[in-house]
């Protein structure tokens, strides 16, 4: 944290390739921090001049008077290896290296930044890049950057942080936050990422008392352990992080082999590992700005609700569809309360929106009137306010300000969003009396759903820990649909009752001891999906049936995969009245092994109505999981059904989370499915078992 600090907010920095031309990427940072006052000292290294830009210079990093907190390194990628080895040797703790032509190059610059990384741990140093733009500090003046971008203008300080891995979109996320006239204290970049990331970033930000709000930019996570580690502390300091997160391509086809695999998208995984901690992912730059900045607000309700008061009906519908669309609701004005507004305005529409109609233009107390029936007697957390461009009429504006601020200031705690057209000094004028102005209700409609967001991750108390389940050895390669449930079931996971059989005998006395009918599946680790070779009968009625079934399959298996083991034929009690679920394990690249639950047949393999957390958690995230897909209803109890046992497949879920998490690396994948979640009390059965072993571990 010391060295983060020093990068930051540094007293003295080294300009290492210090240049006179301020249009040069070595002269840049010296300009910008001249020209805003840097307090600290700026010590300019360049062997060729006595002076860069009035500064006097160095010859060398060893002819430096003092040791700087922070270099910054810009030469060509020739000589930057040599300059760390020089800054190690001086003992300087951290530096930001815009030199590129390293790992983003190919193998020869991955090694030559992998030995650069070598020296900075070594001496103890902290590395920012290579190949990327640096960093500002807004608060210090500290400008550690050559980007262009502060030729249109310099940040003004505020509490929003941006951490961006890509240069030229984190200074891009800045130049636009500076056009809107949003505060910001620090953007940082983070380039290749040979040693700080952008996770380190945000856990910086989760500690600085300048920095309120983070919003970040990811093209992919290259350390989960920082970065989960720094979103929560983010968490734990009640800190919104919003983050702009690229790239939604689908596991490659190599992860295919499980059918969890091939829905849990990298993009969906990412989406259930930001939501676990409360991370809002902006889908554009446009929302990541609306909801950083309305998050400066810091009022994050918990039970978020909308309130809508509008002069125009339609806007009211538009404003409606937006909520619905994103989850944000709206409730109806109680009975009583709009009763009270009819009176008022008889031809007003006060259900929700409640639209006072242009009549209110005529009476602005008729706006203050309204807007706190629908604080106090709506009691809604949120409230939206359409105007369009009467709001911001030189006859009206300020009027409508005094109306609404009063309700405003009686009422801290709720958030004021106005949708209006008015010219910039009015929408200031509004926006420093607590308001926070967007011109599309639609933008503030997706802004205000955040802020309940990050309020119910804020409000949320600690999770169960995951249950107590004994580590299990996994055999070296994929095992068989029977071997695969015998080590489930020693982490208490259920299958149906079932026997492996090696002759048609033993099978026919396996189903007549389990009653009929009953499944009959080939038995084999080589054929995973067996249905695929038609290696599945079901419903099989009588002893005729098993024994023609047990030829059967045995044929079908010879000729689908001649050179598959066959171990014999699984015979299981065929289960009925129960709800078909499907439970999963794929291991992700980047956050490891990640469970998936959904209900069987169209849901998961259509509509992929699944849900996904990072393994291992308890049963009470596991039943969460369970009632968050669309299809839940199916189990509990909707058109007249029995409701399924929840309880009952929230531990299969959980145990099977433990279980994925201590099987370690060789674990590629699970799949239970069919899992028939029986009526309530009756419990939840595996019928069918695929632990898929690592090839590379094998």
């Known amino acids: 944290m010391e060295a983060l600090s020093a990068l930051l907010a540094p007293a003295s920095v080294a300009v290492i390739g210090a240049s006179g031309d301020a249009a040069r990427i070595g002269g840049r940072p010296i300009a910008a921090m001249l020209a805003r006052g840097f307090q600290g000292r700026i010590l300019p290294v360049n062997p060729n001049r006595p002076t860069v830009q009035g500064l006097p210079a160095f010859a060398s990093i060893a002819d430096l008077p003092e040791v700087p907190d922070v270099a910054i390194i810009a030469v060509p990628a020739n000589v930057a290896e040599v300059t760390m080895t020089e800054l190690a040797e001086r003992g300087v703790k951290a530096a930001i290296m815009f030199s590129a032509g390293f790992a983003e190059m190919g193998d020869a610059g991955a090694a030559a930044e992998a030995r650069m990384l070598e020296t900075a741990r070594r001496s103890g140093m902290r590395l920012l890049g290579p190949n990327c733009l640096g960093l500002f500090n807004a608060r210090t003046n500290f400008f550690g950057t050559f980007t262009s971008s502060l030729e249109r203008g310099y940040p003004t300080p505020g509490p929003i942080g941006i951490a961006s891995q890509s240069g030229a979109y984190g200074m891009h996320l800045f130049g636009m936050a500076r056009e809107h006239g949003i505060g910001i204290s620090c953007c940082v970049t983070t380039g290749n990422e040979a040693d700080l990331n952008v996770g380190d970033m945000i856990g910086w930000m989760a500690q600085d008392p300048g920095t309120e709000v983070i919003a970040a930019y990811s093209e992919g ?65 446009e929302e990541l700005l609306d909801i950083a900045r309305l998050a400066t607000k810091r009022i994050y309700p918990v039970g978020n609700t909308l309130g809508v008061l509008t002069i125009s009906g339609g806007a009211g519908v538009l404003t ?228 023609e079934g047990f030829a059967l399959l045995k044929q079908r298996a010879a000729e689908a995969a001649p050179q598959a083991r066959i171990e014999g034929v699984l015979v299981a009690k065929q289960l009925s009245g129960g709800v078909e679920c499907i439970l999963g394990v794929h291991r992700d690249p980047v956050f490891g092994p990640v469970a998936m639950f959904g209900l069987g047949g169209i849901f998961v393999e259509v509509l992929k109505d699944v849900a996904f957390r990072r393994c291992p958690f308890g049963e009470d995230v596991a039943e969460t999981m369970i009632r968050s897909i669309r299809g839940a209803p199916l189990l509990l109890g909707a058109r007249g059904r029995p409701p399924a046992d929840i309880k009952a497949l929230a531990r299969m879920l959980s145990r099977l989370s433990v279980f994925a998490h201590q099987a370690g690396p060789s674990l590629a994948g699970i799949d239970l499915n069919p899992v028939f979640a029986m009526p309530e009390g009756q419990g939840a059965f595996a019928a069918d078992a695929v632990i898929d072993i690592a090839e590379d571990d094998a």
Do not use: W
């Open 221 to 285: 996570i290259r350390d989960s352990r920082s970065f989960l580690a720094a979103l929560e502390l983010a968490r734990r300091n009640r800190k919104p992080v919003v983050m702009m997160k690229v790239g939604r391509s689908a596991v490659g086809s190599a992860a295919a082999r499980s059918h969890t695999a091939s829905i849990a998208g990298d993009d969906a995984v990412t989406d259930a590992v930001l939501a676990e901690f409360g991370v809002v992912r902006a889908r554009t730059t």
């Open 320 to 547: 409606s569809d937006a909520a619905e669309a994103v989850g944000l609701p709206m409730p109806a004005m109680p009975e009583a309360a709009q009763a009270e507004l009819r009176a008022v305005l008889p031809f007003c529409a006060p259900q929700n929106p409640v639209d006072c109609t242009a009549q209110a233009l005529n009476d602005l107390s008729l706006v203050g009137r309204f807007a706190t029936a629908l604080v106090e007697q709506g009691g809604y957390s949120s409230i939206l306010a359409f105007f369009t461009h009467t709001g911001g009429a030189a006859s009206v504006a300020p009027r409508l300000r005094q109306e609404l601020g009063a309700v405003r200031a009686a009422h801290p705690d709720r958030l004021f969003v106005l949708s209006i057209l008015a010219n910039p000094d009015q929408i200031r004028t509004f926006e420093e009396e607590g308001f926070a102005v967007f011109e599309d209700p639609s933008r503030g409609v997706a802004a205000l759903h955040a802020m309940g967001r990050f309020g119910e991750a804020f409000a949320a108390p600690a999770p169960a820990a995951p249950p107590e389940v004994p580590a299990v050895a996994l055999p070296e390669r994929t095992p068989s649909e029977a071997e695969a449930k015998r080590l489930l079931a020693q982490a208490g996971i259920e299958a149906a009752p079932e026997c492996a059989c090696a002759t048609a005998e033993e099978a026919v006395a396996a189903a007549q001891g389990f009653g009929f009918p009953v499944v009959m599946k080939i038995l084999s680790p080589d054929i995973l999906h067996k249905s695929e070779i038609g290696g599945v009968l079901l419903n099989v009625a009588d002893a005729q049936g098993v024994r």
